[in-house]
């Protein structure tokens, strides 16, 4: 556990210094240039933007206005940045909001809760790499933005036994401005003699920062040409408290059993940690497991 806790407090902090404060212009020295956009133009209200320029520095807020090759940036604190077309590494739009004088970056990973699926869908051509209580890696592709594809497999199992996996498709059904609805499969191979797996459902009503997700599935082993199974209910929540934190909780109920699972997602620019504690309930004997995720969205 103590590897296991340096590990864990590297990668939060990591996660915690991969988003700049939009307070202000960052200086990020060392940072490699490239090329100025072709074209700047002035961005809308309610676009924000993250700006670099050649020098190393960033900010976060918007083009006001384009006069040639001046160009005047205005940060989401007031601070107005006048600079020349020529002289910014790059100019794009980034997901969150204003709060005050600061930026909340959004969620890098909401289509999950701790390990729960959520009714978001992932994005065409976007996806997540990560890792589950330090041993179980995974992975989830957008194929289309209602169609994703991921599985992984443990890293430690038993010896002279197959290696087994999983695999994980999923369909956004429902993509309205609040509530999204999603229908896939956790699909478990190569498991014993047989293989098992959940199919769900999952709504979730919200925004990315404070939402509800209500989840039903059916858990089913197949084993010896024969299916038994039994239906699962799921409730979570995520709620946003500050720039960097969401408070998490997932719970389940099936067969008179249940988990109940409560903790905090640390979030960067595109990586987020998981930390939190899971408690079964309706067991004889009462243990808490701790959670530990990381998840790279790429």
């Known amino acids: 556990m103590d590897r296991l806790g340096r590990t864990a407090t590297v990668l939060i902090i990591a996660a915690w210094l ?39 520095t960033r900010a976060i807020g ?73 041993v179980f890696p995974f992975v989830q592709v957008g194929l289309t933005d209602r169609i994703s594809i991921g599985g992984g497999t443990p890293l430690i199992f038993g010896e002279g036994s197959a290696h087994p996996f999983w695999i994980t498709p999923k369909v956004q059904v429902l993509a309205g401005g609040r509530t999204q609805a999603a229908l896939g499969v956790m699909h478990f191979l190569n498991v014993g003699d047989g293989n098992l797996g959940i199919a769900y459902g999952a709504v979730t009503h919200g925004s990315t920062d404070s ?16 299916i038994d199974g039994a239906g699962v209910l799921m409730l979570g929540g995520e709620h946003r408290v500050s720039r960097r934190i969401k408070v998490i909780s997932e719970n389940y ?46």
């Open 211 to 226: 939402a509800l997700t209500v989840g039903a599935g059916y858990a089913y082993v197949r084993s010896s040409g024969e």
């Open 62 to 134: 918007r083009v006001e206005q384009v006069d040639g090759e001046r160009v005047v940036f205005r940060t989401i604190s007031g601070t107005v940045i006048e600079t020349s077309a020529s002289q910014i590494s790059s100019l794009r739009t980034i997901e969150g909001r204003r709060v005050g004088g600061t930026f909340y970056r959004a969620d890098p990973n909401p289509t999950r809760l701790f390990f729960g699926p959520t009714g978001r869908g992932v994005p065409a051509g976007g996806g997540y790499v990560g890792v589950y209580e330090v």
């Open 18 to 56: 991969t988003a700049p404060d939009g307070a202000a212009a960052l200086p990020a020295s060392g940072q490699r240039g490239s090329e100025a956009p072709r074209a700047v133009q002035a961005a809308p209200p309610g676009i924000e933007q993250e700006l670099t320029l050649k020098d190393g």
């Open 253 to 298: 109920i099936f067969t008179g059993l249940g988990l109940a699972s409560v903790g905090v997602r640390f979030i960067g620019e595109r990586l987020s940690a998981d930390v939190g504690l899971v408690v079964p309930l309706g067991a004889e004997e009462r243990v808490v497991f701790p959670i530990v995720n990381f998840v790279w969205q790429f």
